[in-house]
């Protein structure tokens, strides 16, 4: 008997279901991209227990004939590609003519549809891959998928979706991503019966400000411009408009959703001017170019794009970009001085300072150094100096003794070798990092409840995956709860982070545990898990300190271990000793 044999269809189809159905969020993109092929300027969405029980996508497009109906579920049957040319410059969103098929394999379908003119409407039913025969049915111009009971028939794939409140969260996103690419098209959203979204065709703005929030919109800059064949428009979002995550990233190439790397290093080296490094950018841009010049034939999920001039693409985005935002950025307001994060046994609370020339010190410490008479102590220091006699501020420490801060970015301390610089926030995220984990090692990660809770607007991920996994959320430190299905409300927070922004930390926790899961997140990923809350909760870039303070941050790196190095590899201070300092001053030729 030979070993190598063809597989059966059905089961060929649901191996590739597993490539293109990865959850309902999954059915529901390739459905509402199918409607507007079909040149739909209404589409319906109703949902039923997170689109797990029920998807349903209803449109007033083209519809299909009665003829066409039996290869609907075929694979590979599509009207909109015949050949290796059609492929090579494809304008629809979809062309593989795998799509139902998947579907079709994996869930319960029917699909119901009439053409303009036509008498009727008909109807075609599959369930597990087993077609059913077109029967004439009632239905307005144009077509209506259902799919129930997606995996009924592959139970080990049915056991990885995640709660309804989830997969409800995964289908809004698709559904805002798709709404977010055609404002000219009204759509609407349901679950469970009831109406979450109505939104009506009109103008982009009106569109992004339903869709990305009102503050988005009124942040974002609109911007249109053309270039050799190709065409970036939409909306960049302020820097002040910042995020702790990439979730209000929107890029549409020729219509389509895509998350690129090429376009998104255009972006981020648009906006690296004026955004810190772990703020991130918003924006909903839409790059349009000769289908000639984009390969859409990447990946199954048609998510990523080949452009086959990268380098040309790179540049325009990049110069449209910042030519949107040299307008904005001279109008954005300086950040509002906050109140700096504590760590351990480290108490940073803000004092009046003085600067010159980007160097704080606090002002007492000013006086002091300035206000003895000539021939007091300020000249009996400044002789020792020179004399070579240890002063106040050289140390038996290893790190020495601060003496200043500049640009808010970096410690400039002395020691008996010379002068010390130190990044203070990477320095402070490796001390937080190393206490992190060895509380959560230790099962003591200790939870400080805050006086006032903090609430935020967060999606219905957001809120989904606080809900499902509260349990690691407070192995974790955090008492989070749901206030509404768009709102959250943080109790506690882990006391070393207590400082931080709350909101911010919150966000970037629960995009880590929604990414990798509750289990995976605090073994395979426990690193960038404590990474990402110790970034939080470091003080940050441009935070006037006093000596006081620095030298607190001194002494915590002395007492940690791998603080010469932060979370990313990257050391946290060097020594410059007095040798080196006498070579680039040419001292002693």
């Known amino acids: 008997m030979p070993s190598i044999r063809l597989l059966p269809d059905t089961l060929i189809s649901q191996i590739a279901a597993g490539e293109v159905v990865e959850r309902p969020a999954s059915v529901l993109k390739e459905l509402l991209e199918n409607s507007l092929d079909a040149a739909a300027g209404e589409i319906s969405v109703s949902l039923m227990q997170g689109g797990i029980k029920q998807l349903k996508v209803t449109d007033n497009g083209g519809g299909m004939d009665a003829e066409d109906l039996p290869l609907a579920f075929a694979r590979h049957a599509t ?205 909903v841009l839409f790059l349009e170019l000769d289908p000639l010049g984009v390969d859409v034939n990447v990946h199954p999920a048609k998510t990523e794009v080949r452009f086959r001039d990268a380098r040309a693409i790179h540049q325009f985005v990049f110069h449209a970009v910042s030519k949107a935002l040299s307008g904005s950025a001279a109008k954005a307001s300086a950040a509002a001085v906050q109140p700096l994060p504590a760590a351990g046994g480290m108490n940073f609370q803000r004092t009046p300072y003085q600067s010159s020339l980007g160097v704080a010190q606090p002002a007492a410490a000013y006086q002091a150094m300035f206000s003895a008479p000539a021939g007091g102590a300020a000249r009996t220091a400044f002789e020792s100096i020179r004399a ?11 790190l020495g003794h601060a003496i200043a801060q500049l640009h808010g970015i970096y410690i400039l301390a002395q020691n008996r070798q010379g002068l010390v610089l130190v990044d203070m926030h990477a320095a402070h995220e490796r001390i937080l990092y190393e206490r992190l984990k060895a509380a959560l090692d230790a099962q003591g990660m200790s939870m400080q409840k805050l006086l006032i809770p903090v609430s935020f607007n967060a999606d219905r991920l957001e809120v989904a995956t606080a809900e499902e996994h509260a349990g690691v959320l407070r192995e974790l430190g955090f008492d989070m709860a749901p206030l509404s299905p768009t709102a959250l409300a943080v109790r506690a927070v882990p006391s070393m982070l207590v400082s931080a922004d709350v909101a911010d930390l919150a966000r970037a926790l629960l995009r880590e545990v929604r990414e990798f899961g509750g289990s995976r997140v605090l073994t395979e990923h426990q690193h960038a898990l404590l990474s990402t809350m110790a970034c939080h909760g470091a003080v940050r870039a441009h935070r006037p300190l006093t000596l006081t303070e620095m030298n607190a941050l001194l002494r915590e790196m002395e007492v940690t271990e791998r603080s010469g190095q932060c979370n990313h590899g990257r050391p946290t201070w060097y020594q410059m000793s007095l040798a080196d300092l006498d070579k680039l001053f040419l001292r002693g030729r």
């Open 79 to 283: 009207s909109k590609i015949a050949s290796l040319d059609d492929l090579e410059q494809v304008r629809s969103l979809g062309f593989r003519g795998e799509a139902l098929a998947s579907i079709a394999s994996v869930a319960r379908i029917a699909l119901t549809t009439r053409t303009a003119g036509a008498q009727h409407a008909w109807r075609l039913s599959a369930e597990g891959g087993e077609q059913g025969a077109v029967q004439p049915a009632a239905h307005p111009g144009g077509t209506s998928v259902e799919v129930s009971d997606l995996y009924f028939n592959t139970p080990a794939r049915r056991k990885f979706l995640r709660t309804e409140a989830t997969e409800f969260g995964h289908c809004e996103d698709v559904y805002k991503r798709i709404a977010l690419s055609r404002p000219d098209v009204a759509f609407s959203l349901r679950h469970n019966g009831r109406v979450i979204s109505h939104l009506q065709a009109g103008d982009p703005a009106r569109r992004i400000a339903a869709v990305a929030g009102k503050e988005f919109a009124g942040a974002a800059r609109a911007f249109d411009e053309h270039s050799s064949g190709l065409r970036l428009s939409g909306f960049a979002g302020s820097p002040a408009f910042s995020r702790s995550s990439r979730d209000a990233q929107f890029v549409f190439v020729n219509g389509r959703f895509v998350r690129d790397k090429l376009l998104a290093h255009a972006l981020r080296q648009a906006y690296q001017d004026m955004l810190h490094g772990d703020r991130h950018a918003a924006y």
């Open 388 to 398: 070579g006699a240890p002063s106040q501020a050289e140390t038996d420490s290893p």
